[in-house]
């Protein structure tokens, strides 16, 4: 990945997003630190996008067949004056 310095990214905006676009991510740097990574908004779909469905999600755990004990306390907690 292609690092630049935030002054650098801002002075060259357009040329930053052309690359993110062509060549993949390109990381800005905040005092020497990686700071943000600019992706085009392909890839960002692909990575953010859902891979099925909720329930499918909670049935491939390997907890999905763990059981659980649910049951609530029926304590109803100590009785207050006021």
């Known amino acids: 990945?292609?690092?630049?310095?935030l002054q650098e990214a801002k002075n060259r905006l357009s040329e930053l997003v052309r690359k993110a676009?062509?060549?993949g991510p390109q990381v800005i740097t905040l005092r020497g630190r990686d700071a943000v990574v600019v992706v085009s908004a392909t890839e960002y779909g692909k990575l953010s996008r859902p891979r099925g469905s909720l329930v499918d999600f909670f049935?491939?755990?390997?907890l999905a067949r763990v059981n659980l004990d649910l049951a609530r306390s029926t304590?109803?907690?100590r009785p207050v004056n006021l």
């Open 59 to 62: 049935r491939k755990s390997p």
């Open 75 to 77: 304590d109803t907690g």
């Open 1 to 5: 990945m292609i690092r630049w310095q």
């Open 21 to 23: 676009r062509a060549e």
